[in-house]
């Protein structure tokens, strides 16, 4: 490990008995820089309590107190002496600093700080930097109506909720990215340090380019306690503690103890330090070019939960114990004691020290907040649309994969796109990444190698290059934590550049949580906050999808995640299925350009059959749905039956059930639609893009039998259509959590999604069939038959599936 | 870092020159372990590539490679090296140990040795130990009707399948949990390695009891490669990888090279000297009862990926390359060079010399596996079903909530929850266990913390213990991290032993795909695989809803994780919502008792209205759905509406409905139904608990109203119904994706699951009120607005939610 000079004040922890210590602080600075911290953390506790008398110009009263207590204090105080100290740093050194609150549940801290630097008034010009002002302040605070007690859009400055945990590092490494001049200051939390996406985020300094990115200085804060319990990192030695931290290749600086005076020499020392040390990195990479991996400088900062509160009620222990995690004395209203403990705690803040008469912060202390943009509160990265410029995009037409007849040709989609993403990020070289757990070549995205390396700043050996290069300063990011890509590629949207996230379908559920954290931030910035300008989108491509898992099989089936984005606010999600390549280069081009959306795209890596020419894709992906007149045999007539599909797999195999029937039953009129955009099927009271009833019943009629065959588990459809006239009549075939390593024939066989299982259920449903088709569905059970027996005697794939093309169907 | 011998050869680590090396194998020993080896790596790679000829007896033909080669090679002779000493060392001291295989995807490794200890075959009696059989064995591996390349369920000796990476070590800890002789050891792949739940499972250390818990012995591969590209512990300097595990509480073995006799002599060495350790530590721990945290050891085994395999082809290097990932040689069918590989790397393991002419294992080498239930592939935790106890049960009738009146008192359904579970940890200390994120206590559980302290190995100081104590015996496990907390659960129920874990609903979406791959591997085990024993359920207590985040607000509002839920397999989900604490206790009751589940059980934290005496609830539980007569005023007659609900606090928005309406149209007859079980709604060929139509219809009518108020998102209940008759009238009401820190009743009020809303639609959709209810909903949309108002201004939850009980409506 290596030490620095604060590591040495280690062993000072937990002696009281420091009254000055020496440092960078001279003695006006220090009492200014104790004040600051002092005035916010008056205001935090002034937020937790407080409905009147908020300056405490009278004695405390019952009727001061707001009448549901609620908040966090617990880490208030050492993000306040965060802030306090960050501030002092930007100003003396003119720094770009965007701050991530880990504990977001300490948003009283940063609420506190924005409002001393003026920015909260800014942006809510009621809160006034006076004495009315501060109580509108103080009763907004977790008060119905008003705002909660994590770092919410609502936050000036923020662009990390922290409601749920474990984030933090990888939004801010993601904020970090092609921002070569920004300093991300990332307080994590001991509680959510325990978290396994935060575990593992410590390793996204392998990925960050000291030449070309910007620096992120973590701060781990040892606040000692979760809600109920000691935190891990906070009880085990300090041996170990350096360990873990030079493991993951930084170098730790250690900033332990309580007495404020020492602590905030301590804390200004290693600041400068760690400033200082991330500017000789970057100028020794920048003016040499060596893109050797840095060991990055971290904090430890370990001071006592619920710091400078009450040190014991009734005789337990309050400071320094996890009673402080939320409101550490409950009861002030109704009991005499603990009103007069509370006030004494916010008294010791000195407020009349201060503010002034008016309630606004006295001019000497005011003078330590940085200006303008520089302030914390008023980075312009954490409001990330004001900075986004579109990206410049290339024609997607110039891409399409050549179609000369539908239904005739097999080629990989995502190969395509992989060619269309190469030219975007060429033309987007500081505004552009695509994120894939170690999957991009597996996804078959590769050409987008030829525009960019993946980053790597790990040890390198020569065949690492063989297949992919591995660079320092490459663009594409692979690591094995979706965990990870999710919440760099967040950071990197919400201070407004673009991206993709490629992923397994399956294990797209592990950041299920994550999905709605963004989709509920969009929500609230997007419907409530004028201020939050639009950021670029989240797109997702889910790829390596249920249908083709002759490899992996059952673990690696699970469309479900269709369901969990369905579920979040229509205004802010896209679910997008194009069945081939042509589809798949409009629809993304369509999110690429789009804001404030998470799409999500669903499209196989496998080699499927191509279907549209550019120009009817296009036309196509806009109308999101359509009837494709060439599978058709309705004539613009009534349909006798309707069959539908959304997927890749699921359309090839309508598209065979559609041929078997019309070649078995010349005079039927079959009416084949696609889904591209799947929200159509909604209505359009329930999503923007849902389809008026007339308009979806000239689809799919008002009561002839639609055979819908879906991508993921039937029932989301359902849930779709269920207010629409003919739901009776659908009947959807789509996943039935059945498989295992089967062909792809057999899969589909067993969930009833191919063919024959297709054009069986037609004839059972559609009256015309129903009567004459008996011996039809005898020969299709025995091609069900016959295709398993194949497939598990020969173990290959059925010629059927691979080779199946339209028009080719024998009777 | 402590320093072992086996960490000086890593100087040596890449030197191919060192014919032999001291250690503890006689030559003889070295050439058996070797020979044993060769002979896991020839299976592994025939069963990639062999439809015949399983022995070479004859030069190998294209005819002889199966058509399509599909499966994993990379790890599997690092994991089969692993396995090999593995036996050496159970042989030589009875070791009783269970494997657990990160990287599952090398199912070879594992599936070969299993085949060499005889156990293969004891389970599936045609894969016998000769020619013929080995044959079988090949072509059932990675075909269609076979089996998948991952440790699945079908593998003997079992508990991980390593489909989703992550969870091999908190699958470990949990199998080590309460088996005070068992040693686990846990191979981590290098690419789970990077998933955030294996990176921070490492910590699992600080909660293993060394006294009554077994030992995990992790033994990180670094393989140097994931599928495309290097990991990230395998190209960090060594004194970092040493200074993390030594971060992590561990205490590093090194064993990296290629040549195998070296190799050989330095694992035989370091596992003895690992083995020795945990000896030791255990029996300082247990003669001295010094319950301090132990520094356990762990291994990093560096070796090549594909370790033996073909060194290059094409030009391109395989071994020790991510080209080693799946199949090396992929074309050794229809490329006469590549056959030509192919036959030369088989060969290099010389089959001939270790099996005889039967195609069975020479018995100098059978005798090298260890016996009976030692053999790693017949250990009987892997098949935790045989060890399983029922858990000793109290009545949980004797924990009954006192309900004189229904509606008429408040309290918490978890905190009467915790008295019961604290009498069953009571009564079964070594095999129950209760699993929650820093949140037992926040969950209102607090009572079991009189059966069992929190588990705890960290550092410790006084008032840790104030307000429920830790300790290192301890049976309360928390942690920030739910992906642990599952996985350890995970591994306690698939050995055999019980438990329930507590967590918050927003954030149960964490685990969403944990819960997907635990229900995957119950389904096979349950239905394909007789020979698995039925295990205990994975008993959820979903809590802290969204109905109650007045003080989280929107982040913590996301009831979806049912959805998910819903998609598995029927025959292995359930999902509970007991309405007040004696349903609570009744479920409870039932879950413990059964057997190869997810049970789901949604029951809030906060004090709630209380419904049923306990033999109501009981007999309610035991339907799961019916008529509350009490609230009901159909008289057993046709209802003109029915008004149904699912979960606490809609049953009580319901139930204030229901008597709004009635106080209000005297001649209403209301029908009341309270859903508990809710796959009751599902039809009965769907999920094995749904209703038939004729009941469904016995209930909900066929054509009358029916307001439905749910728990969860509404589309959940209306994709449930779909089939039913009366399933158009059904207007559900559930979460709409809105809120904030509003109190409960704003928040009810904003997703339309309030009485009033209730009541309004009520009114529209029951003609019977339609003509006369203006004047009422006028009444109802004035309650609404006042509601909210009163909540902002004052800033309090507005008595109508706190006080409000049953029959004391005003009009």
Redesign the interface.
Known sequence: ?ERNDDSAVQADAGDRAIPTEAGPLSPDALWKIDAFWRACNYLSAGMLYL?ANPLLREPLKPEHF???L?GHWGSDPGQSFVLTHLSRAIRAQDLNVLFVSGPGHGAPATLAHAYLEGCYTEVYPDRTLDEAGMLRFF?QF?????????C?PETPGSIH?G????YSLSHAFGAAFDNPDLIVAAMVGD??A????????W?SN?FLNPVTDGAVLPILHLNGY???????LA???H???????????YEPHFVEGHEPAAMHQRMARTIDACVARIRAIQHHARSSNDLARPRWPMIVLRTPKGWTGPAEVDG??VE????SHQVPIADPATNAAHLRLVEAWLRSYAPDELFDAHGTLIPALRALAPVGARRIGANPHANGGLLRRPLEMPDFADYAVEVPAPGAHYASSTQALGVFLRDVMKRNMTQFRVFSP?????NKLTAIYDASP?T?L????P??D???A?APDGRVM???????LEGWFEGYTLTGRHGLFATYE??V??I??MF??HA?WL??SKHDLGWRAPIPSLNMLITSLVWRQ???????Q?P?FL??V????PDVVRIYLPPDANCLLSVADHCLRSRDYVNVIVADKQPHLQYLDMASAATHCAKGIGIWDWASTDQGQTPDLVVACAGDVPTMEALAAAEILTQHFADLRLRFVNVVDLFRLMPETGHPHGLSDRDFDSLFTQDKPVIFNFHS?P??I??FI?NRANHRNFHVHGYR??G????PL?LAIINRIDRFSLAIDAIDRTPCLRETGAHVKEWLKDQIVRSVAY??A????PDAITQWTWGRTAQ
Not at 241 to 246: D, G, S, W
Not at 320 to 323: A, F
Not at 458 to 461: L, N, P, Y
Not at 794 to 797: R, S, T, V, Y
């Open positions: 490990m409905r707001k009448r549901r609620l009763r977790s008060f119905p109506g008003g705002i909660g007690s994590h919410t909720e409601g749920e945990l474990g509680g959510e325990e978290t396994g996406p935060l575990a593992t985020s390793h392998k979760k809600i109920a319990n000691p935190t891990i009880r085990i030695p041996e170990e503690l350096a360990a873990l931290f030079v493991g993951y290749g337990h222990r320094g114990s996890w009673r170690d999957e991009a070549s597996s993946k790597w790990g040890e390198r050996v065949q690492d063989d297949g992919g591995l692979e690591m094995l934590s979706e965990h990870t399956a294990f559920h592990v299920d949580s709605n954290q509920k929500e609230k002759d490899h992996n099989g059952f673990t690696h699970d479900g369901d969990v369905a579920n979040k606010t588990y029932t989301l359902h849930k269920y959590e059945q295992s390593i089967n062909t057999e497939a598990h020969e173990g290959a794939d």
